[in-house]
């Protein structure tokens, strides 16, 4: 279940993604409208993980496509820790490649 914290920090990157990479003022095609959105919503949903990690929630592993690892709560051993600290690496090099794809898409840095 989403925190109402958690929705804060979904919902503020996606509007400052979207920001960010829709040309406004510019025509944007139907390709153009995919990417924004697609960018948008993924590095909404990045940022909205890194926040569940330093809250010590229950973070989506990106090694096993759908798998999640136990919250802090759940599991405190050091191996629940060493596999969250490895999705945790693996969920900010995907964050990367988003914000350069977000700054290659961009209208202001362009």
């Not at 989403?2 to 929705?7: A, G, H, L, P």
């Not at 990417?35 to 926040?51: G, K, R, W």
């Amino acid at each position: 279940m989403i925190t109402r914290n958690e929705f804060i920090v979904l919902i503020v990157s996606f509007i400052l993604g979207l920001f960010l990479t829709h040309p406004l003022g510019f025509s944007c095609d139907e390709s153009c409208i995919h990417a924004v959105t697609f960018l948008s919503c993924a590095f909404a949903f990045l940022n909205m993980e890194i926040y569940t990690f330093f809250t010590g929630g229950s973070v989506w592993n990106p090694i096993a496509w759908g798998a999640a690892t136990k919250s802090l709560v759940e599991d405190n051993s050091n191996k629940n820790k060493l596999i969250r600290k490895i999705s945790f690496i693996f969920i900010l090099i995907i964050d990367i490649l988003i914000i350069y794809g977000i700054y290659k898409q961009s209208w202001i840095f362009n």
